[in-house]
């Protein structure tokens, strides 16, 4: 349960990078982060203590296998969320480069020609 | 003819990838042509598969539960419609429009990337494979956004990517939620451990309804989650935001809303009535927003949030009447608005405007643009012949069965206000004074007129036939979400028949 808190804290620490923070790098570090928490969060629930690697070998007995092994479902989805994460992250920056080609500054406030 | 299934997904991305390889020697016709040759090729494969009832393929002859699943039924084959056959008119259109960039080959590239993800959320029966087909399109989306790199599209690309990962992060963490309490990913099999548990009210379950709601409405643009949608549609090229209000918000937001809260999670009355209200709130905000933009493309934008209430609110009575009428204004509204969008393009790049004060007399200068604009706006405003009327009709009178009076008068306001703002634009731009900006203008090329023409034509005919379309292709669809066993047994009952 503890570990599940932290991973919340995590997400509430990008979170408030997010939302509070008016420069654009800082922000996209919060999404990151909040990205991370969410990679995190899924990891915790195929999480076992001390559990064993999830692959069945002959001389295995099946139920004790079943409940010793972590569950190895969402680290390959994790795999693929962090992929697609860094395609995220990856097209972000650019578009901050971009954004102080155009306007000069990182400052979020100052980037304010759209009215929402 | 389940391996056919498949291909929806990967012909657009081999297109894709081939298009920018080949270019190096060919680059004037070659993206252009081949584009529209891949998305043609995808409604013949539909052609093919249309009448074959439901199909399921598992990828990788991986059995149901464990391995991915692709399949098609009505709702599904009703979507792709919807999705190619846009896409095939907007790349028509994209044809001469596109000329003016410099550098179009990675428009198309994005583009067909973005088709092959849209057309994967529609054909997945996987909840993480459905969030990665949504991430492929999303990203795809933010790149056209911000194609044409000013800073105001750089602006509302940014703000668009915050929200957008926003969203796929919530909807991460609610697969993440129902993976822990149903230990599978697969939707049909999630929706019969629920069934079979009786764990609706479970609250894990019901915070994951609270996050794909979030994660969902912000893609389909709802209105508390709308601020990126008036900001990213008339940023985008219009090829785009005719791709973006008439496609990407439904597929990536309305359908799989649709799809888990009818197959596979239950609904709950707690859930239609958020939906009610969110559906109501968009209608009512949108159209009073929109109400007082002069740049027609924001006009538009603001009217996409409202009409996406219109379905929401359908999709919230959940009656068969209500569900019919959402599914009807979804093919409605991905026909017209795109209409709209793809002839504000047409304004915008032969009078170099979309300040509505700046236009008028355009049926003067440009007479196919704007008879076909006229038909677009006729529709939206629900005028009686064309396909909007039809719809909104179906929704007011799903409205006043399930008796829920406020939502119908909403729905009643929210029409009138529609045609107040679009009484307007015509008045200012289609008919009235000539300005001095619209005198030097002349008529768009005819590929673009070719897709205009076509668009409005289907406004008139889907008006016309609206009987016919409606038993033909949105009764089934219907049926499929009213039948949630139905759905477990095509993928569950039938794994191992393919």
């Keep these: 349960m503890t570990l599940y808190f932290l991973d919340f804290l995590l997400f509430m620490i990008g979170l408030y990078a997010l939302v509070t923070k008016r420069h654009i790098v800082k922000k996209i570090l919060g999404v990151a982060i909040m990205e991370y928490s969410v990679n995190l969060f899924l990891i915790l629930i195929g999480f076992k203590m001390s559990g064993a690697s999830p692959i069945l070998m002959k001389d295995m007995d099946f139920v004790t296998f079943v409940h010793t092994a972590v569950d190895p479902l969402p680290q390959a989805l994790v795999l693929t969320s962090i992929v697609i994460g860094l395609g995220t992250l990856a097209l972000m920056v650019a ?17 304010n020609r759209l009215r929402g | 003819m389940e391996r056919i299934l498949p291909l929806f997904v990967i012909i657009p991305v081999f297109s894709a990838v081939s298009t920018l390889l080949v270019s190096r020697w060919e680059r004037r016709k070659f993206p252009r042509i081949w584009s529209i040759l ?92 459905l969030f990665i087909f949504l991430e492929i399109a999303s990203i795809a989306s933010y790149v056209l956004v911000g194609y044409d790199i000013g800073a105001e599209e750089l602006e509302a690309a940014f703000k668009y990517l915050i929200m957008g990962v926003l969203a796929s992060m919530s909807i991460l963490i609610g697969i993440a939620i129902v993976y822990s309490v149903t230990g599978s990913v697969n939707m049909a099999d999630i929706a019969r451990f629920i069934e079979a548990n009786n764990i ?5 379950i019901l915070m994951a309804t609270g996050l794909f709601i979030l994660g969902f409405g912000l893609k389909a643009g709802f209105v508390p989650f709308h601020a990126w949608l008036p ?64 740049d027609i493309k924001r006009l538009f934008a603001f009217h996409s949030v409202s009409q996406m209430g219109y379905i929401i609110v359908g999709v919230g009575l959940g009656t068969p009447l209500g569900l019919i009428g959402a599914l009807f204004h979804l093919l409605n509204h991905s026909v017209f608005k795109s209409l709209l969008f793809l002839s504000s393009g047409a304004i915008q790049s032969s009078t170099g405007t979309r300040n509505m004060k700046e236009l008028g007399g355009l049926r003067e200068k440009m007479p196919v643009t704007s008879g076909s604009t006229v038909v677009g706006a006729l529709s939206i405003s629900g005028v009686p012949p064309f396909n909007g009327f039809w719809s909104k009709l179906i929704i007011i009178l799903a409205a006043f069965q399930a008796k829920n009076m406020w939502a119908a008068s909403a729905l009643v306001l929210t029409a009138f206000l529609t045609l107040m703002c679009f009484v307007k634009f015509q008045r200012h731009a289609i008919f009235g004074k000539i300005s001095d900006t619209v005198k030097r203008s002349e008529e768009a090329p005819l590929p673009m007129l070719m897709s ?45 028949g393919g």
């Design chain 2, 231 to 294: 900001d990213a549609h008339p940023s985008a090229p219009a090829p785009i935001s005719a791709m973006l209000s008439g496609v990407l918000i439904k597929s990536l937001g309305i359908y799989p809303l649709i799809r888990i809260f009818y197959n596979v999670i239950p609904m709950s009355p707690v859930v239609s009535n958020i939906f009610i209200f969110l559906g109501s709130l968009s209608m009512i905000v949108g159209a009073l927003m929109g109400s007082g933009q002069i």
């Design chain 1, 95 to 111: 578009i901050a480069i971009r954004l102080y080609e155009r306007y000069g500054t990182f400052d979020m406030h100052e980037i």
């Design chain 2, 452 to 496: 205009l023409v076509i668009m409005g034509l289907l406004c008139l005919l889907i008006g016309l036939f609206n009987q016919n379309i409606i038993a033909n292709i949105i009764a089934p669809a219907q049926e499929v979400l009213l039948n949630k066993g139905a759905y477990i047994m095509s993928v569950l009952g039938m794994a191992g």
């Design chain 2, 38 to 129: 891949t998305v043609s090729s995808l409604i013949v494969l539909l052609y093919f598969i249309w009448n074959q009832g439901v199909l399921v393929h598992e990828m990788g002859g991986w059995k149901a539960p464990f391995g991915i699943v692709m399949m098609k039924d009505s709702l599904t084959r009703f979507m792709l419609l919807i999705i190619n056959g846009v896409a095939l008119i907007t790349l028509l259109y994209s044809y001469s429009y596109i000329l003016k960039r410099e550098d179009y080959l990675r428009f198309f590239s994005m583009f067909l990337l973005m088709l092959a993800g849209m057309n994967g959320v529609a054909l997945t029966g996987d909840l993480f494979n």
């Design chain 2, 200 to 204: 609706v009210d479970n609250k894990a």
